[in-house]
């Protein structure tokens, strides 16, 4: 018999942003099929003029939105008003029909879960994908980062894009026995296709901000480009350091062989992706990356630093690796290497694809994410034996 479970979010596509956390409504559509259930977004909104709107929105696909408009958004009214929606939303849902709770996002929906849990006395599951655990928030030690820790130390069960976000979230919180499970993001598959560049195509889409790295990485390209590397380059997305990067392209040997291709959506990443030879990164931190793990399932190679969420599913063979992300003479040697390798003919598509294909498969996601399931039920459950042989025996004795 299937568990049910109630899938709540913090982020999640609504009437104000439609792309936002649209990665964990892919998520939870694969999960729903391992375990039916129902999906309600949970979030409190900035707006100014207003003290506490409430609204209860219909989002499709069996999705309920139960948003609050409110100017306290943020801190600790912000938490507080998250603390209070999150219940409504869970009463309105009549949480007792389901047998287990996943939460997306802890923070701020279970920034007070320790006053409300017994409340509900339902297995709850977290899922987490934030990288801001990584900077710790940029919050100095004290007690609003040992408020946002609260969550993982009450021993439920963790899911996790990666080993290191879990590694992450465990010295963010100061625990280390957090009962952690890896669940990778649900990754588009569109499987490799023979290409015939002469030269190869070089392509990274991306929200361009200063996490993301991308200065020192055109000039790499640049100085590749100087010195005799044949290549073309098509850069998408948007982001505060797209002028930037236009004015850097223009005054150098980048221009003439650039394409900047604006946002893109999923079908048009996908044709691109079909005729790349490789596909580009160079940021700071990341939690899984889809962009990256998108396009080994489409057969194409990565170019950038080492970064341990990566490699915890790129190897060698998939990954054209330069030491240092923030130095431009190292793009420039590892783009000229992967050039050679290019004109070689060194690099094997369909092995690349094969190879991600077994990693990402969803029949393995759901798999894993079925045991935590199963192990949570049978933690309630065995919570709940034990305590009926505690009552039986204090009732026996004399």
Sequence with gaps: ??????????????????????????????????????????????????????????????????????????GRLGEILST?????????????????????????????????????????????????????????????????????????????????????????????DVSGHVVPNVVPFHGAREVSNHVPVLFSANRWVPIKRPIPMLQGLALAAERGTRFELVLGGDGELLDEMRALVADSALAGRTTFAGWMSRDEIARQLARSDANLF?????????????????????????????????????????????????????ITQFAARHKRGEIDRAAIAERAARRFSTSALRKAYRNVLDAALERKNGARQANLRTTRNMADKP
């Design 84 to 176: 209070l929606l999150l219940l409504y939303a869970l009463f309105r849902e009549k949480f007792w029909r389901y047998d287990v709770l996943h939460v997306h996002i802890a923070q701020p929906l279970l920034s007070q879960m320790h006053l409300w849990k017994r409340l509900i006395g339902k297995p709850i599951v977290m899922t987490e994908h934030w990288s801001a655990y990584h900077y710790g928030f940029h919050l100095p030690d004290g007690p609003a980062k040992r408020r946002m820790g609260r969550p993982f130390r009450q021993g439920f069960p963790l899911l996790a894009v990666s080993q290191s976000l879990l590694d992450d979230i465990a010295l963010f919180a100061g625990q280390e």
């Design 282 to 334: 160079n940021s700071d931190h990341e939690t899984f990356s889809i962009a990256c793990a998108e396009a080994l399932g489409a057969g194409v190679p990565l170019v950038g630093p080492y970064i341990p969420a990566i490699a915890e599913y790129a190897g060698t063979e998939d990954w054209q690796r330069l030491e240092d992300g923030s130095n431009p003479e190292d793009w420039a040697q590892a």
């Design 1 to 74: 018999m299937h568990p049910t479970v109630l899938h709540i979010a913090n982020w999640y596509p609504n009437p104000w942003n439609p792309n936002e956390g649209n990665f964990i409504q892919e998520q939870v559509r694969v999960l729903r099929e391992e375990a039916p259930g129902a999906i309600v977004a949970v979030q409190v909104r900035p707006a100014e003029r207003k003290v506490a709107e409430v609204r209860r929105v219909d989002l499709g696909q069996g999705t309920t939105g139960y948003f609050c408009l409110s100017r306290f958004h943020k």
